[in-house]
């Protein structure tokens, strides 16, 4: 259960469809989908 910030929705929400992804800086992050309006978000951190 990892949120993040949806910029459509105005609100945070629960990401659909998490995948773990390393940045190029080494950064772990999350991103998916908002459940809601279909927006792509991003969250930046180990998400667990």
């Known amino acids: 259960m990892v949120e993040a910030y949806c910029v459509k929705c105005k609100k945070k929400v629960e990401i659909k469809n998490p995948e773990k992804v390393v940045l190029k800086n080494g950064r772990p992050a999350v991103k998916g989908v ?15």
């Not at 908002?34 to 667990?48: A, D, N, Q």
Request: some cysteine; glycine content about 20%.
């Open 34 to 48: 908002c459940p809601y309006c279909g927006t792509k978000v991003f969250r930046i951190g180990s998400g667990e």
